[in-house]
Each structure stands twice: as C-alpha cells, then as structure tokens.
C-alpha cells in the first residue's frame, strides 16, 4: 500500500515538473522569437536613423551642394572642351602628314609611310541620357560617349627619327597617346621597320561641331624612284589583307 502511493506521489511530481517544463518551454520560444524580431527592428531603426541623418545633414548643406556641383560641372565641360567632337580618316592622314614633316629633312627623306590603317572607332565609356537628364545641368544635355580611334602607321625611318616622330606625336592637336611600338632593324636598307600604334580620343554628346583638319598642299615621295614603297589607306583590317 505504502509502495503503490509512493509510486503514485513519484508518478503526479514527475507529471508535474513536466506540464511545468512544457509551459516554460511554450513560453520560451516566443519570447526567443520577439527577442530576435526586437534586435533586427533595432538594427533596422539604426541604419534608418543614419541614413536620415545623412539626408539632413545633406538637406542642411544643399545650397553649398548645388554651388559645389556647378562648379564641378563647369569645370568638367572645360576639360571635355579640349577634346574634339570626332575623329575622321582627315584627322588620321594629316596627322601622319605632320608626323612626316618632323621627322624628314629637306634634303634627305628618312621615314617612308608604307600603310595607314584606321580601325573602326569604340566606345570606352558612356554617360547614358537618362543620367544626364536627371543632372539637369545647363552643361550637358546630351548621352556622353567616350570614344577611342585607334590608327596604326607602318613604316620605315631611322632610330634618330623615331624619336622625332614620338616627340611630334606628344605635341599633337589631337589627344593621343602612343599605344604600342613595334620596331625591327632592316639589315637590307639599315632602317627600322615596324609599325607606330596611336589612339585618337575624343568626345561624342557635346554642343560642339567637328572641325575638318585644313587639307593643304603636302609633297610627298622619294628621291629614290626605284623604290617600291606605296601609301595605303584603308578603314578595315579586313580591307588591308
């Protein structure tokens, strides 16, 4: 008798610490729960509570911001500025005809252009007009593209003149830069022959016209009218085989 209420004493405790294990249990993983939802509404409010700081900070200072931008917009319309509004196969052959100029002497010819070739032009970078619209910049109306035409001259010249030919290619009009240079020496003709790789950059999108390089009256050959040397001109690759 002792046993069986023994027994029914052990059975009610164990009963009972277990409805009390399953409250805590029931009330624990809610409060888990809201605990974890309260600490990502915090961080939620702290980056929102940033970010309105920054937006006051910024609304605070919107007078000296739009001076700041103005300045910056005008400033990068002068650069553009210096830039040409394309580049034509004009610009590519009077170009090699000042090359040419500076490096040859009077009397004595020492570079001969063998081929020119103009590649087709590419975009680089490009400032979309949705971008432009949203600036509402009395500077710039217009999608922007930065645009690169690369030309390569083949040709044959001494060393001297080379370096002639890189200083006139420094002091271009136009805004170039030397690309790559690929030079070997002719034992035959004691020159080097190679080909000179230049990149015309310039500007598509502004409020300026393109200006036609001025075609003058260039002499141009060989004291040498044996030599077997031609001036080709070609827009493709594909066109130069």
């Given at each position: 008798?002792?046993?069986?209420?023994?027994n029914d004493k052990y059975l009610f405790g164990a009963v009972l610490v277990l409805c009390i294990a399953l409250g805590l249990l029931f009330?624990?993983?809610?409060?888990?729960?809201?605990?974890?939802s309260v600490?990502?509404?915090?961080?939620?409010?702290?980056?929102?509570?940033?970010?309105?700081?920054?937006?006051?900070?910024?609304?605070?200072?919107?007078?000296?911001?739009?001076?700041?931008?103005?300045?910056?917009l005008k400033e990068s319309s002068n650069i553009l500025s210096k830039y040409d509004s394309n580049i034509l196969v004009e610009d590519v052959i009077m170009e090699?005809?000042?090359?040419?100029?500076?490096?040859?002497?009077?009397?004595?010819?020492?570079?001969?252009?063998?081929?020119?070739?103009?590649?087709?032009?590419?975009?680089?970078?490009?400032?979309?007009?949705?971008?432009?619209?949203?600036?509402?910049?009395?500077?710039?109306?217009?999608?922007?593209?930065?645009?690169?035409?690369?030309?390569?001259?083949n040709n044959e010249l001494g060393y001297s003149t080379l370096k002639d030919v890189i200083a006139e290619i420094f002091a271009s009009k136009y805004n170039v830069n030397i690309q790559?240079?690929?030079?070997?020496?002719?034992e035959q003709t004691g020159l080097l022959a190679g080909t000179l790789n230049v990149g015309y950059y310039y500007v598509e999108g502004l409020d300026k016209e393109y200006v036609t390089p001025e075609l003058y009256d260039y002499e141009a050959g060989t004291g040498n009218i044996f030599t077997n040397t031609s001036l080709l001109l070609v827009e493709d690759e594909e066109d130069a085989q």
């Open positions: 008798m002792k046993l069986k209420q023994f009330y624990f993983v809610p409060y888990t729960n809201i605990v974890d600490g990502r509404l915090e961080q939620e409010n702290e980056t929102i509570r940033i970010h309105i700081g920054s937006l006051q900070t910024y609304y605070d200072n919107r007078e000296q911001n739009a001076a700041d931008t103005e300045i910056m090699a005809v000042a090359i040419d100029e500076a490096a040859n002497d009077e009397y004595f010819q020492e570079m001969i252009f063998t081929q020119i070739v103009m590649e087709d032009p590419e975009t680089i970078f490009e400032v979309p007009q949705d971008v432009i619209t949203k600036v509402e910049s009395e500077e710039f109306t217009n999608a922007i593209k930065f645009r690169v035409a690369k030309s390569s001259y790559s240079l690929v030079y070997h020496l002719d």
